[in-house]
RNA sequence: CGGGAUGUAGCUCAGCUUGGCUAGAGCGCUACGUUCGGGACGUAGAGGUCGCAGGUUCAAAUCCUGUCAUCCCGACCA
């Protein structure tokens, strides 16, 4: 692991900084980053979903970013950067003008009597695209990675979380251009790579998760999750063998089995629910558990329509319904078609009698009696036998993995947590450099499409994650690569004159070191210091107080330990430039 | 975009149900004094178009209508 951080060369003095601490929580912030962010005087939110960093928030950005640069860096990516404002015609190029919708933000301006369509950039594939389209032209000019760190505008229908989700934040963004199939994975292999190097070095623990693959499938995308009880997101995790993936991608380990028909079975009962178009408003009704319903979902697969069978308390998943049926997209079926599908209005599907063809998931094979839409108003049937009552010659995968089901690679139990995203590395292939028309030819002198990848890291949000996950009840407790200081030294009395003088020559020797320090200077009392201290989290602390100086003495202690080491005056420095040279070697 | 909640001092909040004195408290801020090793104390102060607009009324922070903003849940999220 790199033991090198850069340092950002403004050493402060508490007194002429500016960091507006606050002893109260705000009422607007509900989960912990916000809270402390706010708090700690990180940041200040000018309105929903977007936030000034404060000089102390901005340097801990800048230390993330630096991280990022450097593994960029060293993973042979090339640093450029582009517009935020971009022409609105290249997204209508891409298509991505409709694929954004709401998402983008895009206006008009006039210039003289014409009017220009512009739109806020949400992340760099059209404008990067469009570069490397005139300038690459020869397969020798490959591979290459270029990346920026830039702010990103997306108009969030809903900014939550303080920093965590917001309409404007700072990303690095990174694009691979290359010539085969090879050289994508190479350069996906060493944005990985990159990746887990960062976050390390931010001091986050993180999942790497598969994550939805679009066109390229296989394990063309992965997402870096922070685990953390308010994430977003649901992370399907296998403790046993260390499988991960996002819970839209998630296998599950469950095979197909074919239920025998039943010989001389009762047969089904067809019972009145009137106004009961829910699974749980008919298991209220009838008093069953929804595990014994089958859910009848109508889809609309490349337009045609197709039953979906679940069991009643499982949720549908899109993309594996989409392999499923072999479909390019699938959506939810509207009221008509389900009406001429069913010949019953939406919430009384079911499989038998159905005017189209159904697909079953695993689960719903082995229920043993179950209750189903009775594709007639009102009406459920239930003492139905899966295979017996309705035909079923094949079972899918059709559902969201959930706990306790069987790991895909290994058959231990999964377990779903919840999770940040805070990057995300993506096989794009074609689908830019076709639209785009980035071509080169090779040296047979044929003309293809440049093969990219796509690389993404929130930096911000990698911020507000280790503020998230880093604290305890007295405030934040920062990793030390990405502190906004890394050392905070105290002059208890800074109307002594011994006492400054000890503490200045400290902070002078620090700064001589190279070592991020910040003295509070203040004309405050000792406790008063202790709580700002402990609730910005500067990894360590260094005291120079009276009663240490009549004996010689400082005090220095991480934020994590309660008790302080007793250093003399003299030693101080030296001590504490081996205890960080000691934890960044860790 | 659906559902819920909240807007009163820099921050946290009371007051509103039942309209009526000069709109309050704690923290923070200013000055002075006493203090000074885990968010001190005293005294004196500064600070508010009660989110905004309209309405009802002799009278509105309080009642009504509209509007804006913020937060939460859901939908959405390359």
Known sequence: MPTRVAQIRFPMRWSQTFIPTMKEVPAEAEVPSHQLMLRAGLIRQLMAGAYTYLPLGYRSVRKVSEIVREEMDRAGAIELFMPALQPIEIFERTGRKEAFGNVLFNFEVKRGDRKLHFALGPTHEEVITDLMARHISSYRQM???????????????????????????????????????????EAYDAMYKAYCRIFERCGLRYLPVEAESGPIGGDASHEFMVPASNGEDFVVHCPACGYGANQERADTGRSSAIPPKVENAAAPVQVATPNAGSIDQVSKMLKADATSFVKTLIYKADGKAVAILLRGDH???????????????????????????TGAPVGFAGPIGIQCPYLVDHDVAAIKSAIIGANAKD??????????????????????????DACPKCKAKLEIVHGIEVGHVFKLGTKYSVSMDAKFVDAQEQSHPIIMGCYGIGVTRVVASIVETCHDENGI??????????????????????????ANRIYDELNAVGIDVLIDDRDQRPGFKFKDADLIGIPLRITVGGKGLAEGITEVKWRTESESRRISIGDTVGFVKDLIAEKRMV
Do not use: C
Request: net charge neutral; charged share 25%.
């Open 379 to 404: 009406a459920h049937i239930t003492g139905v036998i899966p295979g017996t009552h309705f035909e079923i010659t094949e079972t899918f995968d059709l559902r969201n993995a959930e706990s306790g």
């Open 315 to 341: 949720t549908a998943n899109e993309g594996k319904i989409r392999r499923a049926t072999k479909a390019t997209t699938v959506e939810l079926a509207d009221e008509e078609t389900i009406k001429k599908v």
């Open 477 to 502: 407790i920062w990793p030390i690569n990405v502190a906004p200081y890394t050392v905070q030294l105290i002059p208890l009395n800074v109307t002594d004159p011994e006492v400054m003088k000890v």
């Open 143 to 185: 591979p290459i990675t270029l990346y920026q760190i830039q702010t990103k505008f997306r108009n969030e229908e809903r900014p939550r979380f303080g920093v965590l989700r917001t309409s404007e934040f700072i990303m690095k963004d990174a694009y691979s251009f290359g010539t085969s199939l090879q050289q994508l994975n």
